[in-house]
């Protein structure tokens, strides 16, 4: 398992201890996962190339966007 369900800085901080850091993160928000964006996770580039019908649904209802699966 790469993720678990959490909030996902957009760049990795690297620290001694969990929550050491002052630096304010900045984190990914459900439009950054539409199909076709490239996301960093934990210093992996990664692309969404797909969905499952309910998250297609939680987008199309709750942000307006209508996810379509890309050719890979």
Not at 26 to 45: C, L
Not at 49 to 62: E, G, L, P, S, V
């Amino acid at each position: 398992m790469m993720l678990k369900r959490q909030k996902l800085p957009k760049k990795a901080i690297n620290t001694v201890y969990p929550g050491m850091s002052l630096k304010k993160e900045d984190y990914y928000v459900p439009t950054d996962f539409a199909i076709g964006e490239h996301i960093n996770v934990f210093g992996r580039d990664c692309i969404v190339y797909d969905a499952d019908d309910f998250t297609k649904a939680y987008y199309r209802y709750k942000l307006g966007i209508e996810l379509q699966p890309i050719k890979v």
